[in-house]
């Protein structure tokens, strides 16, 4: 085509339908990158839905552990007060057949009582420390399950980004080989 000036001036749409404004394979080519678009926009929002069911999860699993760790905690606590009340009971008993066999408070009865007492003493401890490990352990899962279940939604949002930028790329580059 020429302007009059001798200068040929080529139209990129030579197959331009007026009332179209473009033609079929302008279309075709227009369509396709915004598919590619709209494919990068779907899975990135799909990822990004997959990342906060993620965090979400991870959450819940983190309160159940945490909750666990509580109970576990007052069932030692309740516990050891049980203990300690059996272990009066026991050195109670102690004291009474000491005094029922008539022996004087000298010599064995008062070491067979504070060995009794040691003894019990140190179950009541033991068990109240391996509750409190066992309520620690659970509390550390439970920070453990919250930071991966954290971590791998962060890493699922920056992939949803990848994917949604990428998407956008392609759609781009359609045009840009048109």
């Known amino acids: 085509?020429?302007?009059?000036?001798?200068?040929?001036?080529?139209?990129?749409?030579?197959?331009?339908?007026?009332?179209?404004?473009?033609?079929?394979?302008?279309?075709?080519?227009?369509?396709?990158?915004?598919?590619?678009?709209?494919?990068?926009?779907?899975s990135a929002s799909a990822q990004k839905k997959s990342a906060e069911a993620t965090r979400q999860a991870a959450d819940a699993n983190a309160a159940t552990l945490r909750n666990?760790?509580?109970?576990?905690?007052?069932?030692?606590?309740?516990?050891?007060?049980?203990?300690?009340?059996?272990?009066?009971?026991?050195?109670?008993?102690?004291?009474?057949?000491?005094?029922?066999?008539?022996?004087?408070r000298e010599g064995s009865v008062p070491i067979r009582e504070q060995a009794l007492a040691t003894r019990l003493q140190t179950r009541i401890q033991d068990e109240a420390a391996e509750a409190m490990r066992n309520a620690q352990s659970l509390y550390n899962r439970a920070n453990t399950e919250q930071y991966m279940g954290r971590s791998n939604a962060r890493a699922q949002k920056t992939s949803a980004m990848g994917t949604l930028l990428s998407g956008f790329a392609q759609g781009g580059n359609t045009l840009l080989k048109w």
Request: charged residues 20%; glycine residues 8%.
């Open 1 to 42: 085509m020429s302007n009059g000036s001798g200068v040929l001036r080529l139209n990129r749409f030579s197959y331009q339908n007026a009332r179209m404004g473009f033609d079929p394979a302008s279309l075709g080519i227009i369509t396709l990158a915004a598919t590619s678009a709209a494919a990068g926009a779907a």
């Open 68 to 104: 666990e760790a509580d109970l576990q905690k007052q069932t030692g606590m309740e516990n050891a007060k049980r203990m300690q009340q059996d272990a009066a009971r026991q050195m109670g008993e102690a004291r009474l057949d000491a005094a029922q066999s008539s022996l004087l």
